[in-house]
């Protein structure tokens, strides 16, 4: 009689544990989440999980398997796959550098060299162009600009603008033309060496020449580049280039004396974007 009554007693208390089981296993079920586990040594486990009470373990559910592993073992978990979570990571870095959007109006300063013709008394004259422009898609933009540039006389350049950037990286290579006119600041010069004079026929005369009182009268400019854009996380952009400039520069006197020089140089600008 008491081997009965323990026997059913036992029967009974496994019942009950096995039903407990259930229960706590689909509880623990009800509330695990969705996510990748990131192991420290490197590997990635995708599953359902929850921590235990003491926050020391971790239930993991891979269909129908389960397996518990310390949380130690954890770097982290994630809800995006690896590669997603990296990609997230990177456009929200990229994010945080200056970049020429589309559809967005933007600042190029710069300041640079002319180099050539040993016949001018600069040599290298200085030169500081400011533009806005406009960005369209395919990294296209373009824009009108003013500046100053220091020969024997100071000049305004007004130009129009074209820039192509050949990617969104952090270092871009691009390519850019500038076209315009160099309006004189100055009245008058002195011209001396190195230039040839022309009527109204436009005939030339190979010799130097020297000439007092010219009023100059400035010319069409050219400058087609390369170079490369730099982003930066501090708001602006920050782009070095080379090129070739071509322009002309026209005087004349009361007497109709007429004087024409063509400048061909090497051009070295350092600029800065920003919005």
Known sequence: MIKQVFLINLILWCSMTSVTSQISTTGDKALMEKGYIHMKDGSVVKGKYIYSSDLEKIRIMQGKESKIIDASEVEKITLNKPE?????????????????????????????????????????PFLFHSSMNYSFRNNLSAG??????FYNETYLPVFAN??????????SPFVSLQAGYLIALENKTRISGGYYPYDYLSSYWPQP???????????????????????TSHGYGITLSAGYRFHQLRFSDKSDYKLRADYNRLSIKLGILFH
């Open 144 to 149: 009108a600009g003013i500046g100053v540039e």
């Open 84 to 124: 997603a979570a990296t990609r997230q990571a990177r456009e929200k870095g990229d994010a945080e550098f200056f970049d020429i959007r589309p559809g967005k109006w933007f600042n190029l300063s710069e300041g640079g060299v002319m180099i050539g013709n040993p016949d001018n008394e600069h040599k290298a």
């Open 209 to 231: 020449i020297t000439r007092d009182n010219l009023d100059a009268q400035g010319g069409f400019l050219i400058n087609p580049s390369a170079g490369l854009f730099f982003k």
């Open 162 to 171: 074209l820039l192509y950037k050949f990617n969104s990286r952090k270092v």
